[in-house]
């Protein structure tokens, strides 16, 4: 599969570069590499990668769940913004401006520390863990951004298309689900894979309110072993890899909702 | 159609006033269209032909008058409205076929969406209509891979599909190369002699002449004149029709 080869050299590269950047730092100073503690030739090396390994799960999950959460929010506040209804399209825009402004690690900690009290407040008993509120905060603040990717493809679509589905008599849900969403998605879906990705290196932050994922473990075995240039560089290379693995999936997802017509153009 | 049916008004536009912010679009418009009747409507760019036609399936709000289709009069029920453009059949210019269906799924959807026939009926009936305007060896294509001609053929096929009592067409063969206004005037021909009711905005003057039970003129927003096609060719009344005509006929 091309795709795979093209990600898989793009790593191969990035890997490279770090290496020889370190080498060539080498002989510069008297700093002692000390690459076994992430190198999976020692006992040691292989502890330490398959504890920061341990966090591969949390930070996929934590994505994922947000993605889909984001993209869900994102697409009906979306639609609010195209909507006739003044109100809606108000509620939009307040939406959008005010999540937007938010930064994501200030959201983070307004959600983990401030939402329970804001409930408690209301007489709720509601405690949220560590993982829902990094979901709630991630999802939030794309939620945003998406509303915006969806509502700028969807008005993209030519005026002629909703006329002809109005001029036969679809109803508006109709119109959009058969219509008017098909084509939008082929022109969202490349700044939306942005997204995605974005959002899986945001999910590092939920790190300060204790989540294990990735960089908490690379925190973690810093504390430990001391070694955080080696430690980190390989954090860089974990994210790098899951990167390049969503990158290949939007990409498959386009090629797969390209036009039928235009396909092995 | 029924002889009772015959003559009975399906269009009545009464007074109708249209604004886009302050150009006054339509004057005044007064049209009523009878069942099996087929209006060609003609004018200078920028007469209001196309905002008319538009009001009668609501594409466009009219702000004062009264428009009463198929014994309905359309305001902002939407529930109405749905239902009337069920009964419309509107042809574009720029024939907004769906690009990412194929010309088969263009013309089954509204069918099964909007009058919730089966699948296999639906592709039926769209096979008829491709049958009818002579391509369905294209059912399968896409828009994209259609000549312009076919295209609109696919588009008028498409209104077809939801058996409509009444036809709009905004301009069908504006966007047309030459070689291929012909086949959607033939096709547009033989549905005028099936009996359809039609309102037709062109700058076809042959195609006129062919099926125009009466011309309609507009200028400026207002309906100039309204005569059979024979009077209206012959001896125009107005001096703005004798100059739209010596302009359009001159070559």
Known sequence: MLGISMAVRT??????????????????????????????????????????LTGLT???TVSVTAILCSVTIGLI?????????????????????????????VLVLWVYYG??????????????????????????????????????????????????????????????RFVILPQAIRRILPPLGNQFVYMLKMSSLVSVIGMTELTRRANELVVAEYRPLEIYTFLVLEYLALILV???????????MGNPSERGR | MTVSAAGQAIIEMTGVNKWFGKFQALKGIDLTVRLGQKVVVCGPSGSGKSTMIRCINRLENHDEGRIVVDGIELNDDM???????????????????????????NLSLAPMRARGMARKEAEELAMLYLERVRIPEQAKKYPGQLSGGQQQRVAIARS????????????????????????????????????????????????????????????HGEIVEQAPPQDFFANPRSDRAKLFLSQILSH
């Not at chain 1, 405690?127 to 990717?149: P, R, Y």
């Open chain 1, 11 to 52: 790593f191969a590269a990035f890997a490279l570069c770090a290496v020889l950047l370190t080498l060539v730092g080498c002989g510069q100073s008297s700093y002692t590499w000390g690459w076994y503690v992430v190198w999976p030739g020692t006992a040691q090396g292989q502890r330490n990668i398959g504890f920061l």
């Open chain 1, 58 to 60: 949390n930070t996929i």
């Open chain 1, 77 to 105: 506040v979306g639609l609010l913004g195209i909507a006739k209804h003044r109100g809606a399209r108000a509620f939009n825009r307040g939406y959008v401006e005010i999540v937007r402004a938010v930064p994501i690690l």
């Open chain 2, 79 to 105: 529930k109405n409205v749905t239902a009337i453009r069920r009964e419309v059949g509107m042809v574009f210019q720029q024939f907004n076929l769906f690009p990412h269906l194929s010309v088969l799924q």
């Open chain 1, 246 to 256: 969503v990158s290949y999936l939007v990409r498959r997802l386009e090629r797969w």
């Open chain 2, 160 to 219: 077809l599909c939801m058996r409509p009592k009444i036809m709009l067409f905004d301009e069908p063969t504006s966007a047309l190369d030459p070689e291929m206004i012909k086949e959607v005037l033939d096709v547009m021909i033989e549905l005028a002699r099936d009996g359809m009711t039609m309102v037709v905005v062109t700058h076809e003057m042959g195609f006129a002449r062919t099926v125009a039970d009466d011309m309609v003129f507009m200028d």
């Open chain 1, 115 to 176: 939402l329970p009290v804001l409930f408690e407040s209301m007489g709720l008993n509601v405690n949220f863990d560590v993982f829902t509120s990094g979901v709630v905060a991630l999802a939030l603040s794309d939620s945003a951004f998406e509303a915006e990717i969806f509502r700028a493809g969807i008005q993209s679509i030519d005026r002629g298309q909703h006329e002809a589905s109005d001029s036969m008599g679809l109803t508006y849900m109709d119109k959009m």
